[in-house]
């Protein structure tokens, strides 16, 4: 199973990125995906997650009305559009991957959020400055 982030890039307070993760070794159908994000000196935090196979989200208050998870099964991505980013959205993202389950709540999203359970990309780095 592999993951690989892209399309982080530096941007300006209210602007958007769209981060892309491109999934191989697996069936974006059978597994969760889950977005992280890291900043210096803080712990990592989970962001939103879909389980793919139904289009169920699940979204953080950090992510909520501004970041729009989606996937495409066909080219094996799963996309983060970040809206209005602020200066507090700057961080290394990481996209996520493991059994549906962790995606069923919030106290699932938390365990996976602390366990780090499942395969994860590289990251990729988001700066939001003016």
């Known amino acids: 199973e592999h993951l690989v982030e892209s399309g982080g890039a530096s941007g300006r307070p209210g602007g958007s990125l769209t981060l892309s993760c491109a999934v191989s070794?697996?069936?974006?159908?059978?597994?969760?995906v889950g977005w992280f994000r890291q900043a210096p000196g803080r712990e990592r935090e989970g962001g939103s997650c879909?389980?793919?196979?139904?289009?169920?989200?699940l979204y953080r208050n950090s992510a909520k009305g501004r970041f729009t998870v989606s996937a495409d099964t066909a080219k094996h991505t799963v996309s983060l559009q970040m809206n209005n980013l602020q200066p507090e959205d700057t961080a290394v993202y990481y996209c996520a991957a493991t059994i549906p389950t962790v995606c069923g709540g919030e106290t699932l999203f938390g365990l996976w959020e602390g366990s780090g359970l499942g395969t994860w990309g590289q990251g990729t780095q988001v700066n939001v400055s003016s």
């Open positions: 879909m389980r793919v196979k139904y289009g169920v989200t």
């Open positions: 070794g697996f069936t974006l159908n059978a597994k969760a």
